[in-house]
Structure formats: structure tokens, C-alpha cells
């Protein structure tokens, strides 16, 4: 099930991409993320593992992703390795506005395994809900008026 969002920050596309492609930075813009460790942006590339614990109903979940493009500042894109979340994949595109904003688009191909399956719609809702929630908080994190204290 492949659900987008996408977001104005008003931020040059070189800071939203350092952002983005940090793995440190990444618990301080999705919710649910307790921490990540993976290469530094100067040294990310195509193939490059990533580890990330979250918080999910059950408890404490970890997970491992391959970087699947890596193209500074304009493209990043994930994929789960895990049995939790293999199949999923995310990508970012971001594109530079005349203004110096970025547009950020995101795609994520969501799956999900378990004895109890959400229709369609309710798993297509919840996704774009939390991919657009994230893409809110990455804006306040990066807008100048929000970085202060």
C-alpha cells in the first residue's frame, strides 16, 4: 500500500537533506523513534545499513534498513530488511522552491502482518497521517522561527 505526503519548509534543500539523511537527527522528527546509528551523510551511499529502535505497541522494536538511493540533496530512500518491516519502503524527494524553501515529498510503501489486518483504508489513513505528522514535526524542527532554545 503506497501512501504520500508532502511539506513546504522553509529551509535551503542542502539543511532539510542533512536532516534527513542523519540517522542522529531522525528520533527528533519521528515520533516514534527512540534512537538511530548509521553512516554520517559524508559517508552514506547506496547499500549502507542503518539500525533504529522505536516504540511500538508491544514494546521496544528494532529494525535494520538499507539505503536504497542516496542522491544529495534531491533524493534518499529506505527499505526494512526485518521481519517487521521488510517490504517497507520510504523515499524522499525534495526540490528547491525560488523562495530558498524545499518542498519535501515523501512516499512510503507500508505492508502489514498480523493475525488481525486493517482494511485498506483504515492502514492507507494511518499511514499518511503519521508520514504527514513526521513531515509537520521535520518543518518545526528546521524553520528558523522554531530553532531558538
Known amino acids: 500500500m503506497r501512501v504520500r505526503a508532502s511539506i513546504l519548509v522553509q529551509r535551503p534543500i542542502e539543511a532539510v537533506f542533512a536532516w534527513l539523511s542523519t540517522p542522529d537527527e531522525l528520533p527528533r522528527w519521528i515520533d516514534s523513534h527512540a534512537w538511530a546509528h548509521g553512516p554520517l551523510p559524508d559517508d552514506n551511499q547506496v547499500g549502507a545499513t542503518l539500525a533504529f529502535e522505536c516504540s511500538a505497541p508491544a514494546g521496544r522494536l528494532r529494525s535494520k534498513w538499507e539505503v536504497t538511493a542516496y542522491e544529495p540533496p534531491r533524493r534518499l530512500a529506505l527499505r526494512g530488511l526485518d521481519q517487521?518491516?521488510?517490504?517497507?519502503?520510504?523515499r524522499w524527494t525534495l526540490e528547491r522552491v525560488p523562495s530558498?524553501?524545499?518542498?519535501?515529498?515523501?512516499?512510503?510503501d507500508l505492508t502489514f502482518s498480523g493475525l488481525f489486518q486493517p482494511s485498506a483504508t483504515d492502514?492507507?489513513?494511518?499511514?499518511?497521517?503519521?508520514?504527514?505528522?513526521?513531515?509537520?514535526?521535520?518543518?518545526?524542527?528546521?524553520e528558523p522561527q522554531n530553532r531558538a532554545g
Request: charged letters at 30%; a neutral charge.
Open 123 to 142: 492502514l492507507a489513513d494511518r499511514g499518511r497521517r503519521q508520514v504527514q505528522h513526521d513531515l509537520e514535526i521535520l518543518s518545526r524542527r528546521l
Open 100 to 108: 530558498g524553501a524545499t518542498c519535501v515529498w515523501v512516499e512510503a
Open 84 to 90: 517487521g518491516c521488510g517490504g517497507v519502503e520510504l
